[in-house]
């Protein structure tokens, strides 16, 4: 059985606050889309890697279906994002000038 501590990020992955605080390093700046930001680099890995078309072109497929299969991932970043987004419009809005 592994140990985990309880302040670390892969303690609580449900825990969308302290996500934020691993993937950022702060937990009042914007949030990164983690879920985006790691399939980009496996597009951009396999793009760069030094494979021939034809095996370039089935590993991108496989990470096609696998991208639709977490497009639930995807949708709850971009939910993310347009909730931080909100959060900070509405905090500049009570701010006093």
């Known amino acids: 059985n592994r140990r985990m501590h309880f302040e670390a990020s892969s303690s609580e992955r449900g825990d969308e606050s302290?996500?934020?605080l691993f993937w950022t390093g702060n937990s009042r700046s914007k949030f990164t889309m983690p879920t985006w930001k790691k399939n980009i680099a496996i597009v951009k890995a396999v793009h760069s890697a030094p494979l021939d078309k034809w095996d370039k072109w089935r590993v991108q497929y496989?990470?096609?279906?696998r991208l639709v299969g977490s497009r639930h991932d995807l949708i709850k970043d971009l939910a993310g994002i347009l909730q931080?987004?909100?959060q900070r419009k509405d905090r500049s809005e009570t701010l006093p000038n």
Do not use: D, H, V
């Not at 496989?62 to 279906?65: D, I, K, S």
């Open 18 to 20: 302290k996500q934020q």
């Open 62 to 65: 496989y990470n096609l279906r």
């Open 84 to 86: 931080n987004t909100f």
